[in-house]
Every structure is written in C-alpha cells, then in structure tokens.
C-alpha cells in the first residue's frame, strides 16, 4: 500500500499560489510535524500563537489569529502584536471548549498607519506634506466608502474633505481630520492590503483538564475481596472507592475486565500448566462468555460494572478501563471472524510471538485483512461500547504492537463523537514510536520514568520530554510501578526508595500513578533479576490489607493534597532542573504562573530529593534566583509543604540535609 | 492578495491518504520549511538524507532515498541503512549535476528478511519450524513469480520445492533452499510489502563549487584609470585583472555600471548639490543613454565590457554585475512605462524615501502595478540580458525592499535556464528577512561579520549562521568592508586591523571579500561616528596606487593561496570555536573532512586570531584534542601556514603569543 505523495507539480501548482503573497508568514506555532498532527491543549488554556511575518520595506504591517472552536459557524479572529526583541508577532485565544480547533494567521499592510506614521515623520522634519495629505485623503475616503454605518460613513468623509481643503492651513487640516475617532474608524474600515494568510491550516486537539492532570491508581477487581483466595467483584471493588477518593486519587484504572481464555491459560507466576483454579491473565481476553464487550462474570453483571462507575463518579473519580486488542483462542471473534486473524499455511491461527518468545494463549488480530474496514469498526465499536457505560478513559495496552495509522483512524473516530475521550498510551518501545502514537492522538503516555533512578538519569529523561516542542502533544504519566514493573531500586531500596519514588512521580509531572501494592512497599520480584512481581497478580487473586502497618497512605494523602492545592504541580512546561553539589539529591524547580501584566503570580516550588533510600544525604544547592526575581542577598522563606517546617534562605547556595529515615525530600513553597 | 489556504477538509483528503499507510515515515532531513522551499549543496557534494522510519510490531524495515536528478528521465534509487543509536535510518547521492534536484523516501516491511531471522531464532531455541518452511516458501513462490529471468525463477522456484519437501529432514530444508544465491535473488525480487512514500518530494538546488567557496574583489571600473580625477574604462579596468588573478581572486564584482542619472544626481560626499564634474553615484541607473541594459558610455561599449568579461575568464576568473532595480528619473522606463512607478495625486511620480530622509535621484519601481507580469518580465530580462555577455553572477542590491515572491519568481526564471547563475543578497536586516531571501532562493548572503569584532559577538554570529539548518541554505559571504561600510574598527585599528579582520573574514568562511582600497588600509571616515568613506567613491573617481607602500598585497595572495591550498576553509559546515583564557584571541577549529571508512583525512585547521590591533596578546587555548582523536599527553605538530613556523604542541592545553606588530594570527595545520 503505497502513501499518495504529491508530485513537484502538484506542489509547484500550490507553490504557485503562495508565490506572489506580498506578505511572508512563516515559523508558525504550535505547529507540528507541517501540520500533520494536531497539538493538545486543556481547556482553558489560552493558546499562544506566534509568527514571523513580514514583507519588503518599511510599512507597517498588521496580524491577527483566525481561529475557530468545535461547532463554530465561522472565523473568529484575535489581534496579533509584534515584538521587536524576538522578531515575531504573537497573539492568543481562549480554548474555551473541549474538542477540535484550528487556526490559521493572517497579515496585512497597515496602509493608513503607515502613512500618518511617515506624516508625522515628514511633519516633525519640518517637510512640506502637501501631497501627503492628498494621499491620506484618498486612503480615508475609500474606507469610507466601505463603512456600513451612516455615522462611520459620514465623520471618514468629513476627515476627507478636511484633508482636501487645499485653501486651508496644513496643520489645521491634519487636526481637524486626525481625529482619534477618525484613526479608530480607520482601524475598523480600512480594508486589508496585501491581506496574506498563512499556507495552512493547524489544528489543537482540546482535552478537558484531567487529560493532563490526575493522579491514578490501578487496581485489579477482583483481588478486591476480602477472603484471600476468592474472587473479587465489582461491589467489593467499589466498597474500596471511598477510600481511594480520600486519598485523593482521579482515576481508578482497571485491567481488562472481560472473560478469561482457557486455552494456553497461564498459571500462577506465569507457568503454562495452569490448574483448574488458576483464574488466568486478564489480558488474555474472551471466551464463552463474550470478548471485548463481555464481563467476566464473577467479577459481576454489567449492572454492576455501571454501579461501580456512578460510586466512582459520585466520589470525584471516574474508571479508566483498559484496552488490549488481542484475542484469546477462545474469543467468539475468533469462531465468528477467522479472517481477522493470521491463517497459517497448515490452517492455524498465527499466536502471538516475539521468537523464541511464543504466546500461545494470544492470537494477534490482522489489521491489514481483506476485512479491514470490518475489523476496524469493530475495534472502534468496543470504545464505544463502553463510553455508553460511562467510561471515558482507556489504557491501551502496547498499542506499538498495532498499526500507527488504527490508532490515528480509531481515535479520530471515538474522539469525534466523544472529544472527552483520554486515551493513555502502553508504549514501552523506542523514542520514535512512543511519541509518535503521542502525535497521532493519544492524550497521554506511559514513560521511562520507572527505569530513570539517578539525578542525571532523571535529569536528562525529563528534560528531553519537557521540551516545549515536545509538550506540544506529548504528556508523560509517570507511574511508579506497574504490574509488569517493579524496578530493582524497589525490590532494594525498601520503605524510603517507595516514599522517594512517589514524591518524585507525583511532584516531577501532573500526571502520575501507582498500582495497588505500591502502598505497601511490595518489594518481592520473582526472581532475581526479574522486573516481575513475585505471585503476580497478573495470574492470580490477591487480597491485601491495605491499612497494614508501614502503608504510606499518610504520604499519598498528602502528596495529592499538595498537588490539588499547588497549580505549579499541575502544569507539565514549568519544570526546570537546578544544581546541587552532591548528586544524590535531585533538585527542581515547579515554576508558578504568572498573570500577565497583573503582577499576579503563583507561588514557586523548590523541590529536593535525596534519591538515595539508605544514607541521609547533605548538599549546598543553588537556587536559580535569577528566573525567580531574587536577589543575590535577599532573604526569602520556604515553606516545607510536606512537613510544615519553615526555613529562611538567602541567595543562591542554601543548604539541605535529607535523611531517608525521616523524610525523603522538600517541596518548598517559596513565600515573599 | 490573498494566499490559498489549503482547508482542513482539503488538508484531511491529503491526510486520508497517508492514514492507513502500514509504515511512518517522519522527520526527512534535509528538508526546509516543510518543503516550501528547496535546500543548496554543490555540485560534488554526496547529499546525505535521514528519516525516522518504523512500523508496529517487530518487522524488519527497508529502506531507500527516490532521487531525480535536472532532466533524470525516471527516478534512481540509493539505499537506507538503520542506524540503532540513533533511531535514523541514512542514505546518501551524489550530487553531480548542477540544477534543481528531488527527493523523496521510501519504507516497507522485508517480508523474507523477519521471515528469515525468525526461523534462525526459532532454530536456535529448538523450535519446530515446519509451518515456518511452508511460509517462507509462499514468500519465495510469489518472487519467483516476479522474477523475470529464467535463470532467477527457476533457482526460486527449486527453493519452494526443497522448503516443501516435508518428507526431507527440516535442516537440509533450509539448507538446501537458503542458499546466499537465493538470498540474495529475494532482496531483488520479492515485492516491497506495505510500501510507503514520505508525503512530501523535496527540492535541492545544486551550484557549481564557487557559489559556495569563492574570494571576492570589488571595484569602480571607472576609478581603474591611471589620472586621478579622470574617468577609467573596462579598458584601464582590464589592465588591473592579471594583478588580481595573481592575488587570488575568483570574483571580480562591479558596482553598476549603467548610464548614471542627471536629476537630483549626488556631488562629492553624498552632497545634494552636484557640480556639472560630479560623475554621480552607479546606484542612480539610467539617463538619456539607457538603463538596465546600457553601458555607461564614458565605461566603453558593450563590446568593451565582452573583452573585460573575457579576459577575466582567461585569468580563471569570473565577473559579477551589480543589480539594481530602482530607475534614476531620467532612466527610459519613467518614460515608457511611468506605470510601472508609483504616481502620486500631484501626478508626480513617489520618489524613494524612508522618512524622513528623501532619496529624489531614485524612483523605486511599483512591483504591484497592475502591469505587474510586464515589469517582472522585464527586470528578469536584464539578467538575462547579462548572462547573454558572459555575467553568471549577480550582487543584489537591497533585496528586501522588493517584494520577497518576486525574487522567488525571478531567481527561479533565470535558473530554470541557467542552473549555473549565482545570486548575492545585499539585505542587511532583520534575521528573518535575510534568512527568507536566502530560502527563497539567493546563493549567497551578505553578512553582519563587518559588525562583529568582539571574540563574543564573532562567536556567536558564526555559530548562529553555522547551525546545520542554517547552512542548509544559507551561504554568509564575508565582506570586510564595503563602499558603505568603513567599521570604526577599521577606523581606529590601523594596518593591524585590516590584517586581521581580512584573516578571520578568509578562514571563518569559505566566502569572503574585500572592496578595493582595503589592501591600501583606507581608513578615513566621512566624519567620525559615520561608517562613510571620506571621498567615498560612490560619488567619485578614486585612482589609486595599489602598490603603494604598506599595501596588504602579500598577506591577500597567501591567504588566498592557503585558502586553495586547504580544503578545510573550502567549507561551510566544519567550523567550531574552541576556549582560549583571554577573550582577545580568538580560537576556532576548522575541521578536515573525512573519507569515509577510508581513514584518509583532510588536515585540521586551528586557527587563533589576535582581535586587539594594538597590543600583543598571549593565552593558553584549549585545543579540542577530543574532538581531533588526540590523546590528552599526546603531541602532535602544528605548521603556521602564514610563516612556515613549526611547533610541537601536546595535549589540550598550549601556548599562543600573537605581536599585531607581527602576525595577527597563526593559522595551523596540524601535523600528523
């Protein structure tokens, strides 16, 4: 299948075009990849548009933004204003609705401004600006000639006259038509000269704000019981919500929920003789009972499942449920639609493997099958399914495992109907790929995060994806562990490694999670070497006590707490690194917004980690008090918004003792 | 005028297209404002082209650069390898034709190579493989069905029939079948699956060498006689070229040397009241003996001007005309065309002016009229006009106070037939604007070097200009001064400062030049504060001994000559500045390029220039030893190729004395 690729001539067709524009307009952003892709934003944002645009000479140019929001009739327009300094204009306009804009920028030549400019020049000169004022004449008059309105019509016809009234003095004529109402008429009438647009149009994907800042939690429902062994149900999951919203959790994310293969089920700790009472791995999905729109039932009814996400939603969250297109044997798809599988020559279905590595109990889906437009629709029609049962976040599983382009198809799809619809991506592949599927429409990622546990590690993988170009549509949920991922720097850093890894997970990004056990410091791989828990609840049932003693709900309490009152941990482009002489503390700053021009502005957070869980750690760190308007001597208080300790500091170099025993790091509120 | 806008829903149509290609192909470098405009090299030069590249899941990728070169009947292809570090796949043509070249990529999955390497995983774990065999010689079936030559279809064919021969053992199978000869007829039989073409074909304009490394020389024909005040020919100009050749010129630009106006013409010292003498500035074109097209006739004819052009090309050099499009009031175009002129209400015609200055000897021509197709043509046909008497090079003055689209129409006219014509941009303005006359097509670009004199500022103007997306277009041309140019640092610095200022201008750039007067050091300002010649030969006949004691004759000849000599000053992309303790010497690396895997290499420049005129100065520099392959105790040898002087320098860290009474620089070749 080969990509239609526009010929030069089609191109020079367009060029053509765009040739003899008199205005050049160019280095458009947000922008990306050419336009090729929509940028994210949340609601409320003001989206800030910059240009350069210019033309030959010296005349005044004028621009604005055209823009316009999901359902909008027609163009709205904001003005743009140039910056000497940065050689750009710049303008913004509130997103003030969820779902697809676009904008476009246009400029033109300020003709009139131009010339009362060059008058004033010639006048100040002491030149004679005789025909000037002729010149202006006809400017105003043809403007008048456009104006709607009587009075406009009438007060730009007397500026003509007065302009033209050769017997009169020149100044008197320039005062009585140079009126600030005749400028201001002349603003709104005049028409565009030159009038360029920009040579595409860009589109914004607007999120509602969760998209880009929430804290999740996962949790398996049906470990949720309370007798180990016995399978969990959507009310046992439910009788958990309350607490996990006093924990200050946004979104309960649960593993698929539907019914478990049988055919290669694995067993405990992923072996492949399963026994009879091995309840499988949830990702290994459909069999008698449905697919991807089924219910595992002892897990519950679909009732259920509905009463378990109005609980949610009633408590300020919602579930977030997880996607996995892959098929266990005994899907009904795979009886009802063979030909959306990989038939083999001896008449098999292709299972999944990544040789040696065979997955017997998966078989992949075809996406490039004579049926295409079927299976498509098909994976599409789960979203939606679900979205009718009030979900409206999905975590999809290892989606580089599937063609980019589904991906881009599917979520254009669900998202036109659905523009509340997030979608989190399970990428763990290269650099490329992962941002990729950020580009073509996922809202969030998962990230390198767990696998990042030095300062410079960490350092260098946030910045790299804090880059502005690359928050433009990519947002990093950080999640501390995952089922498939308990990091050695857990498996041996105990309790303060736990307490570390959450303060930096939910403090380094607005979007974090943990999944369930993470509370209680579940430490226990497999086996050594092995990033896999041991007993993985991947395969069986496991029931906890989640007030158990050495918990760290007190710290995820607090830690969301902080993050709900403190808009700097809500924003993903305000992260900046500072230096300390001992890199086992990491050090970063959360910069507060400021409102423009108010003098308002939020506070600054200076936050501190000792990243090592064995040894209190002591450092001089140095504060970047430049960015923060500090001065060099100036004493300022910080505010321990973890411990409520208050300290004065001055300067830059300021000091900072952590000990892992005690707490694991600062998050300073700067006070002045 | 309004550009076309391409529409969303136009946008999306392109978009559908490349939706449900199996493949991504992104981020083609080199590639210049999403395609709008191409990007230069020279002839010679291999282009080198990367992409990010990749598809779902674990397929081997394949991948080649589509290229077409000026009159390529159809396209020709070069391969892509995959580069792991660095996620890029890379590719590279020679560029060996002067003219306008495309581009484009192309990916698709290598079916038999994943096939291939799978079944050797699946081998090497002890797999049973014999589904594998029967698909891999479907694989092979359908490319012996491609194969057009028996000789190929029948080798496939006994592949298939081995690889089905399920009674045989499974290894002499695949011995018998995977053969390097069958191998090797599947890379160029078997179809490309999921074949897929990057959305945009790209443009490359290629030069000839000297538009990218070239000396220039610029000159006043009419101050080349040998009585001062007397009005020189092409003839007395011709009399100096063997002079230059002997310097080592290749340009030899002339300001314009076209009948020069009689109305408002300009005295001595730009003064308004010119005397019945005053020969008036070149730049006020035209009067009763021609315009654009015409010679000054106190110049000679235009049978002189062939003979000048001539003889320049014997002595292996070339000329360059001036080209100013704006008309003196007595130019024939006021007469024929007054509608290509701005006419006031007064029914004069808009002199030129930026207020409140007045420039009344100069009418600028309206490029907006609505005889716009008239005018174009006809300033196109002045080029034309030239590169008819042998002119391949043209200086363009102030560019961009004429519509950017015209240039971009005009320079691409007279290229689409004469690929081999340079064009120098004279715009010194905003960034922006010097940037797009460059995009939009100029070769080379005059500079803001003559501004820069600081170690700080020449460092960070070079490095600005020498970013690699910068130099895909962009080509500075290093002037030291000009006709309007006299730096207060040439001013006040004496004989050492044009010493100096002439090495950095020659080694920082592969493009440079020097308006004449500057090897007899004229110093003398119109008045102080002013960077005006005092008598400044734009309004007069300068005659000049240029054998004069003192002159920088020599210091020209050996740089030119070192400049020939070394191929790493012959480039652009190869400059990098390196740390010295004292911010008057200057310190760049200039570096040699390498054959690839050949481990032939160019020698290294180190080039250290004194920036104080009056005092000697000394410094321990840090050489880039890292950089260079050079161990931290390791010494190698360095030849100062301005005084033949050899030293033996070890490690990072040297010596570096520089007497401005002396040398203003050492320019060493590293020797090892």
Not at 83 to 99: H, N, Q
Not at 137 to 156: C, H, P, T, V
Not at 559 to 564: P, T
């Amino acid at each position: 299948m080969a990509t239609r690729t526009q010929s030069r001539g089609q191109q020079r067709a367009t060029a053509a075009a765009a040739q003899f524009a008199p205005i050049v307009i160019e280095g458009v952003t947000p922008e990306l990849d050419c336009g090729r892709y929509p940028v994210k934003r949340v609601v409320g944002d003001a989206c800030a548009v910059a240009a350069s645009i210019f033309k030959d000479g010296h005349d005044l140019l004028a621009a604005r933004v055209r823009f316009r929001g999901p359902n909008d009739d027609g163009w709205r327009y904001a003005p743009m204003a140039y910056d000497f300094a940065s050689d750009r204009w710049s303008g913004a306009f509130p997103l003030d609705r969820i779902g697809r804009w676009t904008f476009t920028v246009e400029g033109w030549t300020d003709r009139f401004g131009t010339w009362h400019r060059d008058l004033e020049k010639k006048r100040g000169a002491g030149q004679d600006v005789s025909v000037e004022l002729l010149e202006g004449a006809e400017l105003i008059d043809a403007a008048a000639r456009r104006a709607k309105f009587g009075a406009a019509r009438s007060a730009l016809a007397r500026a003509v006259t007065a302009l033209r009234a050769t017997e009169a003095p020149l100044s008197d004529r320039v005062a009585t038509a140079l009126t600030p109402e005749v400028i201001e008429l002349m603003q709104a009438h005049a028409a565009p000269t030159d009038l360029t647009t920009y040579s595409r149009e860009l589109a914004i994907t607007v999120d509602r704000r969760r998209a880009g800042f929430a804290s999740w939690y996962e949790l398996f429902p049906r470990s949720q019981g309370s007798t180990p062994g016995k399978h969990g149900t959507f009310a046992d999951a439910e009788r958990r919500l309350p607490r996990l919203a006093e924990l200050g959790f946004d979104v309960i994310y649960l593993p698929p929920i539907h019914p478990i293969g049988h055919t290669f089920r694995k067993g405990k700790n992923n072996s492949l003789q399963a026994t009879p009472d091995d309840v499988g791995s949830p990702w290994a999905i459909g069999n008698e009972h449905g697919g991807h729109t089924a219910i595992e039932p002892r897990l519950g009814t679909i009732e259920d499942f509905d009463r378990f996400v109005a609980r949610a939603n009633e408590l300020g969250m919602e579930v977030a449920l997880d996607y996995a297109l892959q098929c266990s044997p005994d899907h009904p798809w795979v009886k009802e639609h063979p030909e959306w599988f990989t038939i083999r020559p001896d008449g098999t279905i292709q299972y999944a493997e990544n040789p040696p590595k065979k997955y017997q109990d998966i078989y992949p889906l075809n996406f490039w099958t004579s049926e295409r437009a079927e299976l498509w629709n098909a994976c599409r029609d789960v979203f939606l399914y679900w979205i009718e049962h009030g979900v409206k976040t999905f975590r999809v599983d290892n989606p580089h495992t599937k063609p980019f382009s589904f991906w881009e198809w599917c979520i254009g799809e669900v998202r036109r109907q659905h523009p509340d619809v997030v979608f989190l991506s399970e990428a763990f592949t290269r650099p490329s790929k992962l941002l990729n599927l950020a580009k073509l429409g996922f809202s969030q990622s998962y990230t390198y995060f767990t696998w990042k546990n030095s300062a410079r590690e960490l350092r260098e993988f946030m910045t790299e994806f804090s880059r502005p170009e690359v928050l433009d549509y990519y947002r990093g949920n950080l999640f501390a562990n995952t089922p498939d991922i308990l990091h050695e720097f857990l498996q041996h850093g105990g309790r303060p490694a736990f307490r570390l890894r959450l303060l930096l997970a939910g403090t380094l990004s607005p979007l974090y999670g943990i999944y369930s056990g993470y509370e209680l410091c579940e430490n226990v791989a497999v086996r050594p070497g092995s990033e896999e828990y041991l007993n993985s609840e991947k395969y069986e049932i496991r029931v906890r006590d989640y007030e158990a003693p050495g918990n760290l709900n007190g710290e995820i309490q607090l830690l969301n707490r902080i993050r709900r009152e403190q808009s700097a941990l809500q924003r993903a482009d305000n992260l900046t690194f500072f230096r300390s002489d001992n890199d086992a503390i990491l050090c970063y700053r959360k910069a507060g917004a400021e409102g423009e021009g108010s003098g308002w502005r939020d506070a600054d957070l200076l936050i501190t980690v000792n990243l090592d869980p064995h040894h209190a750690q002591a450092t001089m760190v140095y504060v970047p008090i430049d960015a923060m308007g500090i001065g060099p001597d100036e004493s300022y208080a910080v505010h321990d918004l973890l411990t409520g300790a208050r300290y004065t500091w001055r300067g830059s170099r300021n000091f900072v003792l952590l000990d892992p025993a005690q707490q694991p790091g600062h998050v300073l509120r700067v006070e002045r």
